[in-house]
């Protein structure tokens, strides 16, 4: 049975409820969310629980703190595994007026939301999106769907599949000189595959010395057979020497303590 059959059988009231989400917004339905005191934002029906969460976890209102903290105006954001642009769109409020952003999102469907979701905030005219999946060469990159019940993420296999998508992909140099953008900062959210885009992106980092967001998943890494403190080491060759997590010091052994699955600011 092929995957995409699969995944959506496998959850068939996530299924449901995807495709409802869908029809509410065809129908001209559309959510609008307080994230916090000063912010508000549109969202397409589907994006409105991934929004919502930034209010109810305490870890990740506690990530969108520390991300606008570090939001300073006229921000530069190369939002890399972007999703449904929420910080895409954090970036661009607390940025003020003259914050840009490269998304990238390699979801056809995730990134089909996005642009609804950028629209909708009429953020379109700062904004980039690249439906591209980034990694340590250019070319193609075979990915996994997620369907429904992964909200459409795209996943790097652990082993070799015959059941992927085929991506298009770009490394960090080849995508920054494709959008002709100098970022200030990146966001990184890309479920184990950090490991690749840091490593082929070693000397623009050196070089521009962006402040990163990076969510490590040591998890997802050890199962593709990655190192996750490889990751940081390769970070501090590029310059990196401050590792945060709620503003305060993040060394090896904390990280090693979380399973290297953390949020954290490099600097």
Known sequence: MPRAIRNWLRHPSKSLEYLFDR?????????????????????????????????????????LDSFILHCPAGIRLLDVGAHYGFFALAALRYGGPEA?????????????????ILKLNKSSDRVKLMNVAMGEVDGVLPMLTTGPLGADYFVVPTESRSDTVSVPQLTLASLLAKTDFVPTHIKMDIEGFEYEVI???????????????????????????????????????????????AEESLG???????GYNCRMICS
């Open 252 to 258: 090896a052994e904390k990280m090693a303590e979380l």
């Open 199 to 245: 490593q082929a992106g070693l000397d623009i980092l050196k070089k521009l010395h962006p402040v990163i967001f990076l969510e490590l998943h040591g998890t997802a890494l050890i199962a593709r057979g990655k190192d996750p403190l490889a990751v940081i080491r390769m970070l501090e060759q590029a310059g990196y020497t401050q590792f945060t997590l």
């Open 23 to 63: 029809l509410k917004f065809r129908f001209g339905q559309t959510q609008r969310i307080k994230v916090r005191d000063d912010w508000e934002v549109i969202c397409h029906p589907a994006a409105s629980e991934h929004f919502k969460v930034f209010q109810t976890d305490p870890i990740q209102a506690g990530e």
């Open 100 to 116: 840009q952003v490269v998304c990238v999102e390699a979801s056809p469907r995730a990134a089909d939301v996005l642009s609804v």
